[in-house]
């Protein structure tokens, strides 16, 4: 089109109000409220009118408006073109879930999900995002669905295990919700063998006629190589792995070496013998400490690495920190928030070299409460990098060749150790959750397959740090509760009703009770802590019991407390290395100290969120793994005997742990003997209806390991006679 041609065509375009005169975008919810109070669904132009809108430029933002509501399933237009809400046709908003038995639910976040059939399941996959009716109610009043519209595909790449069958490719899904097949599209295999781990990439999604197909874009190997089961976590979960090119780029300029006119208007603490503790194989130091006696009480510095320094808001090494929300530690890799260059370099805080940090100062009283707080941009230099088991050495054991090898830092250590004290009664009176449940370590070997199994277990080093992180969180939320009027929080609820009442039935069973009433409190659940301690072979199962009956913490702008910590002012200030909500606090607090008010941080609530959603994706992603490489480790002890203790009792059988290897499976109820069993949900038991015996929750069994499922990281067990654990027994044969 010639120069005068564009602009004849260009007079002709309808006219656009000036900038004065122009009216505002349309806003969802005017449709929304306009369809609500309509006596039936309406066109285009009866919604034009209705809102008093012209046919030009103002339709046009009207077409748009309508688009983005009908794509996040808020409206629906029907064939002749007519729009109105779903609830006004009886339709239901959800989220696919899919079981491996080929059925599915509706998740409607409601509480009443709606039951899929095998069929309805043929035109979805677990994660999709639709619209659907009833259809009818069951025999049990159960709501069965029917799918009327997908409104989004959720799965894109999908790793599962190649196979082949009479010439067709097809790739298994590893995650068994999702319930079909996919078929490998036409030549789209990349030399794929059959029973290797791949990638898809899905090309077609599903119909009610027709499977997903796609392509292979990645072949991972094989099942049993080592690290597999972190690749497919990986990939199952879809976390970023790998840094785009301008992401390394930018960390390449960033200066190992603190400069100069970064120290401008920072306190300099470089003569202030700070020490970190961390664990024997951290990588990444983010924070570090120091405590000197202040009169009766003392005084605290938590420094923190000055990470916002370096990632400044809206960069690219920014974003991808943003996406990340957080870094994923797997048993046998990491997965950081930052890359490398950063996180194990200028920003950690390594020993005698300098770093930017931002410390928070406290004045302690002697019964470990803050009397004062402030915070500072300053310049540090670590005078020695410790670690706990070092540390609780030196402190709690005497150790002293320790003792003497530090003998320098020695009476900083001591000082420490008597502000743990005090913050630790404090902690006490106040009323916290202090659950003692040992975390699993995986150990491998040198070839990168599994050794063994360990239990991770909380020193007096570990607990010292942690009260100091603590103090600091909470004065950092309350920092900028007083000063800010934006900030993201850390918040834990209270545990809901029905979980109340569960949990209450499931202590009666064993003699032991709640206080609080509908509304307990930390120091309740506390209570009930210790007193389970006075029985040792339940404890453990009673800690697990009341931890499942809280909820889970998250992310938010507003305020809400943390009931396990039983703080009223909470946030997470101490690792923005690893965090990317610490990152955001960082970012308020230096803005109020250089500014005496906090910056605007755009889309604030949206980043909680999002940091939430990398939070419990970061912890499937590691159990997955977990689970996995618990499986592959049970494979060479099939038909050994160990002794254990029931976990769980459910209608179908008993969840047992291995006391000795760390590990729990499943004695079915079909493998308990030749009766009936029948399960008391009371008292969480199952006895046989002819033979009287019982197992109930935290027995002691002896149990023979019978099966393992990779695949489902699952492990069978079968009810042995009491014998001593360990040793292998040879398979019984049929007769």
Not at 63 to 72: E, G, H, I, N, S
Not at 457 to 476: G, P
Not at 615 to 626: G, K, L, N, P, S
Not at 685 to 713: A, P, S, Y
Request: charged letters at 30%; hydrophobic letters at 35%; a positive charge.
């Amino acid at each position: 089109m010639s120069t005068k041609a564009r602009k004849k065509s260009k007079k002709k375009q309808p006219f656009k109000p000036s900038t004065a005169t122009r009216m505002p975008s349309i806003r969802s919810t005017q449709i929304i409220d306009l369809l609500a109070n309509a006596k039936q669904p309406l066109t285009l132009t009866a919604l034009t009118k209705a809102l008093g809108l012209n046919k030009g430029q103002e339709n046009y933002k009207l077409t748009r408006a309508l688009d983005r509501l009908c794509k996040k399933g808020k409206l629906i237009c029907d064939r002749r073109g007519r729009y109105s809400l779903p609830q006004k046709l009886d339709m239901i908003q959800g989220s696919i879930v899919g079981h491996p038995d080929g059925f599915g639910f509706l998740a409607t976040g409601e509480g009443d999900d709606l039951f899929l059939s095998p069929r309805q399941m043929r035109k979805v996959l677990h994660g999709d995002r639709v619209l659907a009716t009833v259809s009818r109610v069951d025999h049990r009043g159960r709501r069965e669905g029917r799918i009327v519209e997908v409104l989004e595909h959720h799965n894109r790449e999908v790793v599962g295990r190649f196979i082949e069958h009479d010439g067709i490719g097809f790739v298994a899904p590893d995650d068994r919700r999702l319930i079909q097949d996919i078929v490998v599209s036409g030549q789209k295999r990349r030399k794929a063998k059959p029973g290797e781990i791949v990638v898809i990439r899905i090309i077609r999604q599903p119909t009610d006629r027709l499977p997903p197909s796609g392509h292979i874009v990645e072949i991972l190997g094989q099942e049993m190589a080592p690290g597999m089961e972190t690749e497919i976590a990986i990939r199952k979960h879809g976390l970023p792995v790998g840094w785009p090119a301008d992401v390394i780029a930018s960390a390449d300029k960033i200066s190992q070496r603190v400069e100069n006119k970064s120290l401008a208007g920072r306190l300099d603490l470089r003569k202030t013998p700070l020490i970190t503790i961390d664990g024997a194989d951290a990588r990444d130091f983010d924070d570090a400490v120091f405590a000197q006696k202040e009169g009766k009480g003392w005084r605290l510095l938590v420094a923190i690495a000055d990470v916002g320094h370096y990632v400044q808001t809206g960069s690219v090494l920014d974003r991808e920190a943003q996406e990340r929300g957080n870094s994923v530690y797997f048993p046998d890799r990491v997965l950081p928030m930052l890359p490398e260059r950063l996180s194990n370099g200028i920003c950690s805080i390594n020993p005698d070299v300098d770093r930017l940090c931002l410390v928070c100062e406290l004045l302690i009283t002697p019964g470990g409460g803050v009397k004062h707080y402030q915070f500072h941009e300053a310049v540090m230099r670590s005078a020695a990098r410790l670690t706990y088991d070092e540390v609780a050495a030196i402190l709690v054991d005497g150790d002293r060749v320790t003792r003497k090898k530090r003998k320098k830092i020695l009476p900083q250590l001591e000082t420490l150790y008597s502000l743990y004290q005090a913050l630790a009664r404090a902690r006490g009176r106040r009323g916290t959750i202090d659950f003692e449940i040992p975390e699993p370590v995986i150990v491998h070997d040198h070839a990168g397959k599994i050794e063994r199994i360990d239990l991770r277990e909380r020193n007096d080093a570990h607990k010292l740090i942690e009260a100091c992180m603590l103090v600091a969180n909470e004065s950092a939320a309350h920092f900028l509760a007083e000063k800010s009027d934006q900030g993201i929080f850390r918040n834990h609820d209270g545990p809901e009703p029905d979980r109340l009442e569960d949990l209450r039935k499931f202590l009666g069973v064993f003699g032991l009770s709640l206080g609080g009433g509908a509304t307990p409190h930390a120091a309740d659940y506390e209570k009930t802590i210790r007193s389970a301690h006075s029985r040792p072979e339940l404890a453990l199962v009673i800690q697990t019991m009341m931890l499942r009956s809280l909820s889970q913490a998250v992310y938010a702008t507003e305020e809400r407390g943390h009931f396990a910590l039983g703080y009223d002012h909470y946030t997470h200030f101490t690792s923005p290395i690893r965090r990317y909500p610490d990152l955001v606090v960082h970012r308020l607090i230096k803005s109020i100290l250089k500014k005496g008010k906090s910056r605007k941080i755009k889309h604030l609530p949206q980043i909680a969120e999002h940091c939430s959603m990398t939070e419990r994706r970061a912890d499937d992603a590691t159990r997955d793994a977990v689970k996995w490489l618990k499986a592959e480790y049970m494979l060479d002890r099939i038909g050994e005997v160990h002794h254990g203790v029931v976990t769980a009792v459910t209608n179908f059988g008993l969840f047992v742990e291995l006391g000795e290897l760390h590990v729990e499976g499943l004695a079915h109820v079909t493998a308990l003997g030749e009766d009936y069993f029948h399960f008391d949900p009371v008292q969480y038991q199952l006895t046989g209806e002819h033979t009287g015996k019982t197992f109930r929750l935290g027995q002691n069994i002896v149990v023979r390991v019978v099966r393992v499922d990779l695949d489902e990281g699952r492990i069978d067990f079968e009810p042995e006679s009491p014998v001593s654990g360990g040793r292998k027994r040879k398979a019984r044969r049929k007769r």
